[in-house]
């Protein structure tokens, strides 16, 4: 069972250049989103869905897109990379009555 | 919106003595949970409190749900160099359906 699965763990990307971070779960979870980690600030939301076909935006949504076509699947685009997206990002999911929630090993993104 | 502060940021300690990180809410909490995450890793669930008043304990690890479910603490009796790592403390934002909003998080570093 693999759980929450990120790719890539790391990468380097230009200023203005675009890119999905993958996250997928084999949990059959409904509940998945996305976070990011910066030093100090803890884990932001970014955004975050219920199930196949329904996103909604998180506390830090801007610059970010977000589709749920699968259950099993929820990427996470930047459009136009910026220096300020520099961080690491973290997807986790959650079954709607459970109680903890189970994050990928994240994905260390530098943005120059 | 919902804020959720952490004190202290960081905290280092001499292997063996105690260690408390509080967890403040400017409003009334529906549970909070606590996850640990090693340095490098990512966040992993401990536990969840729902109950008014609630404690809970694993091991040397204590929880506490304040009275008023505005507040919670994490108590670790006799840290050990295992202990090392960041704890963050998260609720559900009551306006969202799965909109969990960490805290800052506490950095623990115990000195052997």
């Known amino acids: 069972n693999a759980g929450v699965t990120q790719t890539p763990k790391f990468q380097v990307l230009k200023t203005g250049q675009s890119m999905t971070l993958q996250c997928a779960q084999d949990?059959?979870?409904?509940?998945m989103s996305w976070y990011r980690q910066d030093p100090g600030m803890g884990l932001r939301l970014i955004h975050y869905?219920?199930?196949?076909?329904?996103?909604d935006q998180g506390e830090v949504p801007n610059g970010y897109n977000v589709s749920r076509s699968t259950t099993e699947d929820f990427p996470l685009r930047l459009l136009s990379a910026a220096p300020s997206q520099t961080s690491v990002y973290f997807c986790?999911?959650?079954?709607?009555?459970?109680?903890?929630?189970?994050f990928g090993q994240g994905t260390r993104l530098t943005v120059v | 919106g919902q804020q959720v502060m952490q004190i202290p940021q960081y905290q280092h300690v001499q292997e063996g003595e105690d260690f408390t990180t509080y967890c403040n809410s400017s409003?009334?909490?529906?549970?909070i949970q606590w996850y640990k995450q090693r340095p490098g890793g990512h966040p992993v669930f401990l536990i969840q409190?729902?109950?008014?008043?609630e404690v809970k304990k694993q091991k040397r690890l204590t929880f506490q749900f304040g009275e008023a479910k505005k507040n919670s603490s994490l108590h670790i009796t006799a840290t050990q160099t295992t202990d090392v790592g960041t704890y963050f403390c998260?609720?559900?934002?009551?306006?969202?359906?799965?909109?969990?909003?960490f805290g800052t998080g506490t950095r623990l570093k115990v000195l052997a």
């Open positions: 869905s219920v199930g196949a076909g329904i996103t």
């Open positions: 409003t009334t909490l529906s549970n």
């Open positions: 949990m059959n979870h409904e509940y």
């Open positions: 409190l729902v109950k008014s008043g």
């Open positions: 998260a609720s559900l934002n009551p306006s969202g359906t799965y909109k969990y909003i």
């Open positions: 986790a999911s959650k079954a709607p009555l459970g109680t903890e929630a189970f």
